[in-house]
């Protein structure tokens, strides 16, 4: 079992950074990754990164925008989203599991909410 609290959600401007925080707990996962769901839209992934050996990937959407990384003496997978857009705007999901595809996921946050306005 592992359990997924995410924290760091909030208000930006559009332009404006943002740094989400997974504090994972329990059982290690092969692979960590962020999702989120906008306002009447399907889930989608954003970025994943493997605990085995740090590589990462990110959807066309936010790369070079968006950084994913892993603090392993403190259990925590970090989302630095810079650049950020209206059409961020989204709940942020931290998922584990063992593959970097939603399918691969096996726990879930309960998500925080980004929201890109002026």
């Known amino acids: 079992q592992v359990q997924l609290v995410e924290s760091g959600g909030g208000l930006v401007q559009p332009g404006g950074s943002l740094r989400l925080s997974c504090a994972a707990s329990g059982s290690a996962a092969n692979y960590y990754a962020w999702f989120r769901r906008a306002p009447w839209k399907e889930r989608e992934g954003v970025s994943c990164i493997s605990s085995i050996d740090g590589s990462t990937e990110y959807t066309d959407f936010v790369k070079g925008r968006f950084t994913i990384s892993r603090d392993n003496a403190k259990n925590t997978v970090y989302l630095q989203m810079d650049s950020l857009k209206p059409e961020d705007t989204a709940v942020y999901y931290c998922?584990?599991?063992?593959?970097?595809?939603?399918?691969?996921?096996?726990?879930w946050g309960k998500g925080t909410l980004v929201t890109v306005s002026s």
């Open positions: 998922a584990a599991g063992r593959l970097c595809a939603s399918w691969g996921m096996d726990y």
